[in-house]
């Protein structure tokens, strides 16, 4: 299984940018897709995730800011950052969790996730 995230780089405040994460190795539509910001030595922070792409699940701190989307044609998840805060500086991680309920809510713990990308660093400055 390999997640390859790509996108980052470094933008003002306000700013935006957008993250792409290719999967390959598993099937891509029986899984939930999560993007968490990833600290050295810390838990991964949940941002967004998604199920369908009107099924989505996001922070509150990027609510209204970050819209993650998925193409399952193309087995890649995205998200799209807008009004980028300086506070978004981080490395951000892909991440799958598998469906294993047709009712379950897209997670938010990163513990669900049982695959994981490298990251792509994204900085915004003031």
């Known amino acids: 299984v390999q997640l390859q995230a790509s996108g980052g780089g470094s933008v003002q405040a306000g700013g935006s940018l957008r993250l792409s994460c290719a999967v390959s190795?598993?099937?891509?539509?029986?899984?939930?897709m999560g993007w968490f910001r990833q600290a050295p030595g810390r838990q991964p922070v949940f941002v967004a995730g998604?199920?369908?792409?009107?099924?989505?699940r996001y922070a509150d701190s990027v609510k209204g800011r970050f819209t993650i989307s998925r193409d399952n044609a193309k087995n890649t998840v995205y998200l799209q950052m807008n009004s980028l805060k300086p506070e978004d500086t981080s490395v951000y991680v892909c991440?799958?969790?598998?469906?294993?309920?047709?009712?379950?809510?897209?997670?938010?713990?990163?513990?669900?996730?049982?695959?994981w990308g490298q990251g792509t660093l994204v900085t915004v400055s003031s």
């Open positions: 991440a799958a969790a598998p469906i294993r309920s047709i009712l379950a809510p897209v997670p938010t713990e990163d513990y669900h996730y049982n695959a």
């Open positions: 190795g598993l099937i891509f539509g029986s899984y939930f």
């Open positions: 998604i199920r369908r792409n009107d099924n989505t």
